[in-house]
């Protein structure tokens, strides 16, 4: 792709562009549909732009998964690692072995997929809150079949990841953990080691470009500081549809640029 900015201009707009993802991943999730477009504006190949990205904002979900430690279900944590080490690895490595125009033509449906699940994930997590009105016993899942059901949502987010967090609340939910803030931890663990698993993989193939990766991350991290002081003020249903709106034009973007 080529790159429409001066060199300058790079660095400016990355800078702007990773402070923005990071207020909207504390506020709301979905910082992706802003830093990924970003990184290819700047000139960054596509597959590369999906790797660096991915390393860049991977800091931010350690953080939060260090805040939620103690609400993990230890007895099924260690199968959403499994299956998102498994995953993860897999979904980076053939997105390493796409080629550039195939990944330019499934990744505006990528997108809008991601933009439509994200939407219509505060329904799910009502949902899922009331399963936990009138609490059933602890019920413990199959492990086969959690591990099973879980592997092509940590292999999409190896291969891309935007909004994949609130399936691993539907698979979990579907085998029986109740509890919302278990729930919530087992998604940010799930996101967490699949982004990790890939960002390993990246490095060792050579796909991040690092200047932008490291600008990104520095900034995407203030950005997320910053809305974490504000995330209780700010009215949720609002930036969901920010989220959205964003996600689905940009998806609208990529839609146009493959029509030319």
């Known amino acids: 792709m080529p790159s429409y900015l001066t060199t300058h ?41 999906n790797a660096t990205n991915t390393v860049a904002i991977w800091p931010g979900q350690l953080t939060s998964l260090a805040a939620l430690k103690n609400d993990l279900r230890r007895d099924v944590a260690w199968v959403v690692v499994l299956a998102s080490i498994i995953g993860g ?37 009502r949902w899922l809150r009331g399963r936990t009105e009138h609490p059933h016993l602890e019920r413990k899942p199959s492990v086969l079949y959690v591990l099973l059901a879980l592997l092509p949502v940590t292999f999409y987010i190896g291969y891309f990841g935007a909004g994949a967090g609130f399936l691993i609340m539907t698979v979990m939910a579907l085998f029986g953990v109740e509890e919302m803030h278990q729930l919530n931890s087992l998604k940010v663990l799930g996101a967490c080691v699949s982004n990790l698993a890939a960002v390993f993989t990246f490095i060792v193939r050579g796909a991040v470009v690092w200047h932008y990766c490291l600008v990104a991350m520095v900034f995407a991290g203030l950005g997320g500081w910053l809305g974490a002081r504000y995330a209780r003020r700010m009215n949720g249903d609002v930036l969901r549809v920010v989220v959205v709106v964003t996600g689905c034009a940009v998806a609208g973007w990529f839609f146009y640029l493959n029509s030319r």
């Open 9 to 49: 201009g790079h660095y400016l707009w990355l800078v702007a562009a990773s402070f923005i993802a990071g207020v909207m991943n504390a506020l709301a999730g979905g910082g992706s549909f802003v830093s990924f477009p970003a990184m290819l504006a700047v000139g960054v190949p596509p597959i590369q732009a």
């Open 89 to 125: 690895i897999g979904g980076a490595l053939i997105l390493l072995r796409t080629r550039e125009a195939t990944f330019l033509r499934v990744l505006p449906w990528m997108l809008l997929a991601a933009s439509l699940i994200f939407g219509v994930s505060g329904r799910i997590s």
